[in-house]
């Protein structure tokens, strides 16, 4: 059975940095993508590697976040910078292959 296990959450300041991981297990380290959810908002994709290592990101964040990935480790990051207040989210981690979600990891980014 594959699990997923974010952690990394916390509070930063505007302009802070966070990173984020992601630890899978009961499966090889496939597709990857992280979403974020903010209170009264549809969750949304943020980033993804595959297991070629490309990445893409969105707009929003395209600059400032960067995923990569150990494959040694079976984890996959996500380093943000410069944060804004509205990156402020839960963010949750998508094993591609199988749907697997993990319970969200908290990102509040105050002024």
């Known amino acids: 059975q594959v699990q997923v296990v974010e952690s990394g959450g916390g509070l930063v300041q505007t302009g802070g940095s966070l990173t984020l991981s992601c630890v899978v297990s009961?499966?090889?380290?496939?597709?990857i993508a992280w979403y974020r959810q903010a209170p009264g908002w549809q969750r949304e994709w943020v980033a993804s590697i595959n297991s070629g290592v490309a990445t893409n990101y969105a707009d929003s964040v395209k600059g400032r976040f960067t995923i990569s990935r150990d494959n040694a480790k079976k984890t996959v990051y996500l380093k943000m910078n410069n944060l804004k207040i509205e990156d402020s989210a839960v963010y949750y981690c998508h094993e591609w292959r199988t749907g697997t979600w993990g319970q969200g990891t908290s990102v509040t980014v105050s002024p």
């Open positions: 009961g499966s090889n380290l496939n597709t």
